[in-house]
């Protein structure tokens, strides 16, 4: 795999303010992503951009716009997080491309070897790397307009990945940042 370099990293976490994503006994995605994306941001060796560094709602069109005004002067990666929901069973990691993006050839490989890194050093189940179904998801919606490589990260599922192996919530939620930043730091800058 060829190495592109990116001069910034955008993080999207999921959700925010009224929308609290995903919720399952007192967790919430929206917490659960920010809290994520600050650990990532404390880990940093090179320059991120949080899209919503607070409790607060950002709309699709904000969130596309932010970003698209960021490609117009540096050269970024978007990485939007997430958490799933798919009821009482399910579990493990997936991450998603727009075939509609005009970078997401060079997104497949570069999510699969996140997925594959992650999902081995967290022993989740890998899900898979997937083209997104432009009516499945309102949140596709970002991987679609941006004008930069971006993957939609689903971290795994609030219930059985998060809520039911909480036992060290802050824990996981430093080897997550950790992972990722480790691979930002290899693959991405």
């Not at 919720?23 to 990532?40: F, P, Q």
Request: with cysteine; hydrophobic share 40%.
């Amino acid at each position: 795999m060829l190495k592109e370099k990116y001069d910034l990293i955008i993080l999207d976490p999921g959700h925010g303010g009224n929308d609290p994503g995903c919720v399952y006994k007192g967790l919430k995605e929206k917490d659960l992503t920010l809290r994520i994306a600050h650990t990532i941001n404390l880990f940093a060796d090179n320059e991120y951009w949080i899209l919503r560094n607070q409790d607060y709602y950002l709309s699709l069109g904000q969130r596309v716009f932010a970003v698209n005004k960021l490609t117009e002067l540096r050269k970024p990666f978007l990485i939007s997080l997430h958490i799933n929901d798919d009821g009482e069973k399910a579990e493990g990691a997936e991450i998603f491309y727009c075939k509609l993006n005009p970078h997401y050839e060079k997104v497949i490989p570069l999510a699969e070897t996140l997925l594959e890194i992650y999902t081995k050093r967290l022993r989740l189940i890998n899900r898979g790397v997937k083209e997104c179904k432009e009516a499945r998801n309102f949140h596709f919606g970002i991987l679609k307009e941006v004008k930069c490589p971006a993957m939609l990260f689903e971290l795994g599922f609030i219930k059985t990945d998060f809520y039911l192996k909480k036992t060290n919530l802050k824990e996981k939620i430093g080897d997550i940042a950790l992972i990722i930043k480790g691979f930002i730091n290899v693959y991405l800058t």
